[in-house]
């Protein structure tokens, strides 16, 4: 979301926010019905997690999704990830991406995770259920993915994992489209089963006082990660470098979060980008893109045209020797939970107590939700204090 959209919105706010009220209670009417079986759902016979958010893009879906499918491959677990695949327009439905696909059939995110992990199945189809049918019947995954599945409850899911960005828990909180970024009203989160911050570990430490007042009440485990380039390689030829030489860069994308983009490669090269140019999140690029991103590049002196994997997909063959992509990585900081806990274990530890039997997997999950908030100590006074 682009920040003239962010300023038009708090300059409306007094007049959207009726509309707001009637969107989110129509949305609560909404998760309401599901909730009560008013409403159909289908539920797979494997593990089906959610990965959502409660808000518009940038809080790093598409990341974690990354992460799970890697995950799953190290595992040796047949993986499935079933995604709407916005812009998307594949030849039918459901669409099984293939990693030599067009990016505008398949969408730019499903290529990219399709390309990085050709052992899973990424299936496109704004049908989720329909989609998941199809892998159960063709393909037989242990484990389902729904990206960007939070508000779609048509199929069930065992865990809710929703992303939050650091402006969600501070002045956006409950602040609902079109006056705000978010999807449902606060109620939604209920739903929740975890909760992830995109933020670095001294963030996260200084978000403290929100995540208590905010999240707590929900008595779920909230997460830290942040993403970090470890390096750079070529979109045409994959070679790899540590970085420029100190040379000037020309940043290209077409993501929901240009300015973390640039923040990013400012810490990693110690230095800005000469120019940053800047299209619309999903942006499929034409060859006459392409020409005008050269040009500029050669008429600003720049050794180097650098964007993001996202990016990379789309420019593909049309890209030349000067493009160049970041290898990222995942990183996951402190939790709620405690410093030894980051997200990596809770996750093996809730994989693992789904696959235990029903009778014994109930009785972990009554201990497990008793840690998900550091527990309080009443002391003398009456009053409590955290351990």
């Known amino acids: 979301m682009s920040e003239s959209v962010t300023a038009l919105q708090h300059t409306l706010a007094p007049l959207l926010k009726p509309v707001s009220w009637l969107y989110g209670g129509l949305m609560q009417v909404r998760a309401d019905l599901y909730r009560r079986g008013l409403l159909p759902r289908w539920e797979a016979p494997v593990l089906t997690v959610s990965v959502g958010n409660i808000g518009w893009g940038g809080s790093g879906k598409t990341p974690l999704a990354d992460w799970l499918l890697g ?5 040796g677990i047949p993986v499935a990830l079933l995604t709407r695949g916005y812009r998307a327009k594949p030849v039918s439905l459901p669409y099984v991406v293939k990693p030599g696909a067009l990016a505008e059939e398949a969408g730019d995110e499903p290529l990219m995770l399709a390309c990085a992990h050709e052992k899973a ?20 995954p242990e484990l389902i993915i729904l990206d960007d599945g939070f508000q779609h409850m048509a199929v069930q899911r065992h865990l809710n994992l ?66 970090m380039p470890t390096g750079l390689r070529k979109v045409l030829g994959g070679e790899t470098a540590r970085d420029f030489g100190g040379g000037q860069y020309l940043l290209v994308t077409g993501v929901g979060d ?11 090269f110690g230095y800005a980008p000469l120019k940053h140019m800047v299209f619309r999140d999903h942006h499929f690029y034409t060859k006459h893109d392409v020409l ?14 650098l964007c993001t994997p996202k990016d990379a997909v789309k420019f593909g063959a049309m ?22 806990t980051p997200f990596s274990t809770w996750w093996d530890r809730r994989y693992d107590a789904f696959n235990l039997r029903r ?29």
């Open 359 to 387: 009778e014994d997997r109930a009785a972990y999950e009554a201990e497990f939700r008793g840690r998900s908030w550091p527990e309080k100590k009443t002391s003398a006074n009456g009053d409590t204090e955290n351990d």
């Open 162 to 227: 929703v992303l939050l960005k650091p402006e969600d828990v501070r002045g956006g909180w409950n602040s609902i489209i079109p006056a705000g970024t978010w999807r449902e009203p606060v109620a939604a989160l209920e739903r929740a089963d975890a909760f992830l911050l995109k933020i670095g570990p001294k963030g996260f430490a200084a978000l403290k006082p929100y995540i208590e007042h905010r999240l707590e009440r929900f008595n779920k485990p909230v997460f830290s990660f942040q993403i």
């Open 292 to 305: 005008e991103i050269s040009e500029t590049a050669r008429k600003l002196g720049c050794r180097a045209i």
């Open 71 to 75: 995950w799953a491959e190290n595992q």
């Open 319 to 340: 890209s030349t020797n000067e493009f160049w992509q970041f290898d990222l990585r995942l990183e996951f900081g402190p939790s709620t939970i405690g410093v030894d």
């Open 121 to 140: 199945v990424v299936v496109v189809d704004p049908d989720r259920t329909r989609a998941g049918k199809m892998v159960m019947k063709n393909f037989k």
């Open 258 to 268: 240009p300015a973390q983009v640039k923040a990013t490669a400012m810490a990693y």
